[in-house]
Nanobody, 126 residues
Framework: QVQLVQSGGGLVQPGGSLRLSCAASGFALAIGGVGWFRQAPGKEREGVSCISNGDNTYYADSVKGRFTISRDNAKNTVYLQMSSLKPEDTGVYYC????????????????????WGQGTQVTVSS
């Protein structure tokens, strides 16, 4: 049974940093693709960043240069380091498994395959 457990998040001032973690059980993240998605109030869930089984990465234009996705295979965990946070980054962040090969990704992001973490709130506000 695949389980994704998220940690991190919280309240941060504009310009601050946060790190989100997504720890997996029942599945080796090293062979899969993992994505981070977010949903702001009243908006649809959007893709933020993904990492493929070959360590290729995708970033939405809105977070390029500010967010970094990484993976620790020994801990079976994927991270999202978020810096220079803006109020528009506020939302509930979800990690999820995505199609593992970059050839399956599009310019719009990485297709999710239905396994999700529980979500964590990120609020950027002064």
């Amino acid at each position: 049974q695949v389980q994704l457990v998220q940690s991190g998040g919280g309240l941060v001032q504009p310009g601050g940093s946060l790190r989100l973690s997504c720890a997996a059980s029942g599945f080796a993240l090293a062979i899969g693709g993992v994505g981070w998605f977010r949903q702001a109030p009243g908006k649809e869930r959007e893709g933020v960043s993904c990492i493929s089984n070959g360590d290729n990465t995708y970033y939405a234009d809105s977070v390029k240069g500010r967010f970094t996705i990484s993976r620790d295979n020994a801990k079976n965990t994927v991270y999202l380091q978020m810096s220079s946070l803006k109020p528009e980054d506020t939302g509930v962040y979800y990690c999820g498994l995505v199609k593992p090969r970059i050839t399956d990704w599009t310019s719009s992001g990485c297709p999710a395959i239905g396994y999700w973490g529980q979500g964590t709130q990120v609020t950027v506000s002064s």
